[in-house]
Structure formats: structure tokens, C-alpha cells
């Protein structure tokens, strides 16, 4: 059983950064792929960014590819999204979640992902 906690999140100008950290509690961290999901008012959970658990590989949304970046740091069971140049519509709920899969890759479907955080609010102002 994993526990996922969120920070990070904040009300920022477009065009400005913010970090998020997702915490997992549990056991083996590393072998989890990790992911970075979205919700905004009204809309569907949307996938953002994803960190292989094998091999190192990225996975990003069109909508925030060049200017995002998930990373994962397995000595500290954290995992990182970065986000630069925010825009207005970047404004959601941000979610952490792990799959325990194993799979090859990385899946940008919600109902793969076997544990969620809390999630963390993004609010990007125009």
C-alpha cells in the first residue's frame, strides 16, 4: 500500500514557474511508474506526464511538452513535475499517482494507475 502526498501547488502569473513534489510512503518506490494527472473545473482527469520505472523514460501531454518536466528522485520516493511559461489553461487540480504494473512504457490512462495523492491546486492568472 502506497500513500502519495502533493505540494507545491500555488496561484501564479502566466509565464511563471511553479514545482510540484509528490511524496510516496511504502515500499519499493522504485518500482512504480510514476505519473502526473490533471482536473479542471468541469472537465475530465487529464494526463500530464509520466516517469517509466525501468529505463528512465518521460512521457508528456502534448499540451505541456517543452515546457514541463517530471523527474523522480528514488533515494527520496519523490517525484518532481516542473512547470515553466504556465498558462491560463494549466489551472487544474494536479494529481500524483502510481502504477504498479510494471508495464513497458508508461500508460496515460487514468484507470491504470493503482494509487492517488490528494492532489494540489494550480491556479495560473492572465
Known amino acids: 500500500q502506497l500513500q502519495l502526498v502533493e505540494s507545491g501547488g500555488g496561484l501564479v502569473q502566466a509565464g511563471g514557474s511553479l514545482r510540484l513534489s509528490c511524496v510516496v510512503s511504502?515500499?519499493?518506490?522504485?518500482?512504480?511508474?510514476m505519473g502526473w494527472f490533471r482536473q479542471a473545473p468541469g472537465k475530465e482527469r487529464e494526463f500530464v506526464a509520466a516517469?517509466?520505472?525501468?529505463?528512465?523514460?518521460?512521457y508528456y501531454a502534448d499540451s505541456v511538452k517543452g515546457r514541463f518536466t517530471i523527474s523522480r528522485d528514488n533515494s527520496k520516493s519523490t517525484v518532481y513535475l516542473q512547470m515553466n511559461s504556465l498558462k491560463p489553461e494549466d489551472t487544474a487540480v494536479y494529481y500524483c499517482?502510481?502504477?504498479?504494473?510494471?508495464?513497458?512504457?508508461?500508460?496515460?490512462?487514468?484507470?491504470?494507475?493503482?494509487?492517488w495523492g490528494q492532489g494540489t491546486q494550480v491556479t495560473v492568472s492572465s
Open positions: 499517482a502510481a502504477d504498479g504494473s510494471r508495464r513497458r512504457g508508461a500508460t496515460m490512462n487514468a484507470g491504470d494507475y493503482d494509487y
Open positions: 516517469f517509466s520505472w525501468i529505463g528512465g523514460n518521460e
Open positions: 511504502g515500499h519499493m518506490f522504485s518500482m512504480f511508474t
